[in-house]
């Protein structure tokens, strides 16, 4: 068997041994792998909404305004979750707003983190005038609360859930970049990066292939923390109006849609909350289990 052969096996047996260890420190957290098994469950209801959902979520049933859940007098087995003030079914609408809101916290943390990880690598390797400047701009963001900095982007841009997720990116790019930043710092003196330099890699390779590897846990704890706050952020634009319009049904839009109803049918703005509440707990139990398992200082021996 040759060497390379040897080099390929070795490797695959060290990434199964350090897959493994961390799934012993994650699954150590039974909330963590709760809130694991709840996401993959949202995730497949978005994948699959158009199966599982029992009507279009944009069907008008006229005989059947404002129904209550089955399980309330005066409820329909066809309507579980009861109906809105235009006859549609809450349960579809929750569904297939899932993949939604989903989507809309996923695009944002995909442009934080792109984002954050090509500016906050730029800001600690170059240093000097280019990080002064990138983090005065950072900091500049961060003096603003987010969701008004968020209201007034949209305002600017207009409402819509595209911009919308253009504006939540940018108020929380700044915790991505100042993360990686710190992080980057933290590597750059060490012995494994001084050997690449002095080996004669470039500055892109050092950057993204020598430092960020090392740098990926805590972003990677970031990213899922703020999975849960852009989801939120996203339902609170909506709930202005500022966000998805109708008849998207993206969860903020469906409070906002039946916020008139609060007292005379509470639950076409119960469940969309609840929703919304149960994802979020979710993420954050994940993101919490994320955290022990990939910070070394948090590992119980």
Known sequence: MSETTNGKIDQRGEVHRQLAEFWFYFSESKTAVVGLVFMIGVLLMALFADVISPHDPSEQFREFFEVPPAWVEGGSSQFLLGTDYAGRDILSRIIHGSRLSLMAGGIVILICLTSGIVIGLAAAYFRGIVETLIMRVMDTILSVPGLLMALVLVAVLGPGLLNAMIAISITYMPYFVRLTRASAISEASREYVVASRVAGAGRLRIMFITILPNCMAPL??????????????????????????????????????NRDLMLSAPWTVTFPGLAILLAVLAINLLGDGLRDALDPRLKRS
């Open 220 to 257: 990677i704890v970031q990213a899922t923390l703020s999975f849960s706050t852009a989801i939120l952020d996203t339902a609170a634009l909506g709930f202005l109006g500022m966000g998805a319009q109708p008849p998207q049904p993206e969860w903020g839009t469906l409070i906002a849609e």
